[in-house]
């Protein structure tokens, strides 16, 4: 709701940029620093209980004025506190310095900031902002030299040519977004003798090469043209490389594009070319967590990363401890910025890759953390199989104790989600009946367990996809021997 939209806001900032904020409040902000730090205390938005802390406060008077007047003063704080965001922000402050100084009719001082803007639009293609840089460039000739219309005809020509720069960029985003609603239907086909797709050279500008190759795995995949669809990736990788400023403007491009080239990688079961990749985006994984400024999707993406390597220790059933305790440690070092559905993915799989190497007190550790997890989540699947798997990690430590409450609490959390299927009923059966056995009986139990779930000449009780989750298969056969 839109009430709300402080409340978001507020709940968004990190320590450093609400330390920021409080710091750039005037001396006579005292009724705006009482309601920050009221909305900041809630966990959930009630206005009614701020403005009864609020009453004899001036803030209260106008309370809607108020609010808005707090939202953009902590806006501004944020453009002042991530100033060199990006290098389109450092062009923006440019060019407002440049609008004042022309104001002011100080030109000289215009040519030397303008002069700095420019620099950095053409090195990092910033087509729009090269458009507003070369607008102002005329404005000074106009202001300085008005009858010099060769200079005024050779700024409009370059701005002609950044006007091009940015539509043909603006027509591969037109081109990709075309293909991306098309993708898994028949009008794909379509574009496989797209104009646009005949050869790179039509891509004028980076950002279109990106979307160029792009555009030619999605076609080529969906077409079938799977070493077509793997070569396009591996160029755009090699091209994206040979460009390492721009790899610097747009991180989170290169992260993005190798993390998808891994997942197609593993995809073909080419694993230790996925490896290999894999380290080419760790090689930033500090900069970007250490980073207090990086934005929250680039933080995002360098964690998938890591999500995608632990699931590819899985599929092996294998990994390198040294890997997997830089994983450990990065997790727990950064928890705060690992987004909630990663972080119960990264419990669960280490918990997992854990029950695998028959560590299973490492395994307890992970699983009991993603028991504990108490926020939202759509990803119900992995609190399921969770809980699954912490009852097999009990019954391994042989807390049989423990695992008659374990056991209830599991069915009724199930329950509560969905129901409870068959494979699981004879596998909470099984662990219900082996913790309370003598141990010369507990194999009869695994076999009665195993002809269930997976009788030689029908359909096994458990689908593919749920052993993708937990090897109940490797597990069973395990205690049978």
């Known amino acids: 709701m839109k009430k709300e939209e402080l409340f978001i806001l507020i709940k968004s900032l990190t320590r450093s940029e609400k330390r920021y904020f409080k710091l750039s409040l005037s001396l006579d902000s005292a009724s ?3 309601l920050f730090d009221l909305i900041e205390s809630q966990e959930i938005y009630n206005e009614a209980a701020i403005k009864a802390k609020l009453k004899g406060h001036k803030v209260l008077n106008q309370f809607h004025v108020g609010k808005n007047y707090l939202r953009q003063q902590i806006l501004k704080s944020l453009r002042n506190f991530h100033s060199q965001i990006s290098k389109d922000a450092q062009v923006k402050d440019i060019l407002r310095n440049v609008e004042i100084l022309y104001k002011r009719e100080l030109f000289g001082n215009c040519k030397t900031e303008l002069k700095r803007a420019k620099k950095m639009a053409e090195e990092f293609e910033l087509d729009a902002m090269m458009i507003e840089i070369l607008g102002w460039e005329r404005k000074i000739i106009q202001a300085t030299t008005p009858t010099d219309f060769d200079s005024i005809y050779n700024v409009v020509k370059e701005q002609k040519r950044s006007t091009d720069s940015l539509y043909n960029t603006i027509s591969y985003w037109e081109l990709t977004t075309d293909i991306s609603t098309a993708v898994g ?20 500008t980076i950002q279109s090469k990106v979307l160029y190759y792009h555009s030619l795995y999605y076609t080529n995949l969906q077409s079938g043209n799977v070493d077509k669809a793997e070569n396009s990736l591996r160029k755009l990788i090699t091209y994206l490389e040979a460009q390492p400023n721009f790899i610097r403007h747009e991180l989170g491009m290169y992260i993005s594009t190798v993390n998808n080239y891994v997942t197609f990688l593993i995809f073909a079961k080419k ?5 290999r ?12 967590t250490n980073n207090n400024k990086a934005n929250k999707i680039l933080q995002k993406q360098i964690f998938r990363t890591l999500n995608i390597e632990l699931e590819l220790y899985r599929d092996l059933k294998k990994y390198d401890s040294q890997n997997l305790r830089f994983i450990e440690e990065s997790i727990t070092n950064h928890q705060t910025k690992v987004p909630d559905e990663y972080l119960i993915s990264f419990w669960y799989q280490l918990a997992y890759i854990h029950f695998g190497e028959r560590d299973y007190e490492s395994a307890l550790h992970w699983i009991n953390l993603l028991l504990q997890f108490k926020g939202e989540v759509s990803r119900k699947d992995l609190l399921v199989h969770g809980r699954m798997l912490n009852l097999l990690i009990h019954f391994e430590l042989k807390n049989f104790f423990a695992l008659g409450y374990f056991l209830d609490s599991t069915r009724r959390y199930i329950s509560n989600y969905d129901k409870l299927m068959s494979y699981q009923k004879t596998i909470l059966n099984l662990i219900s009946k082996a913790s309370k056995m003598p141990e010369d009986q507990i194999k009869s139990e695994f076999k009665k367990a195993n002809n269930r779930l997976f009788p030689d000449h029908e359909e096994h009780e458990i689908d593919s996809d749920v052993l993708d989750y937990i090897d109940y298969k490797s597990w069973i056969e395990g205690n049978l021997k």
């Not at 239907?185 to 004028?204: C, G, M, S």
């Open 185 to 204: 239907t028949p009008r794909i086909k379509e574009f496989e003798d797209h104009v646009l797709l005949k050869n790179d050279q039509k891509a004028q």
């Open 271 to 275: 694993h230790e070319e996925a490896f």
């Open 277 to 288: 990749y894999l380290e080419k985006i760790k090689y930033y994984f500090e900069e970007v």
């Open 32 to 34: 705006y620093l009482k």
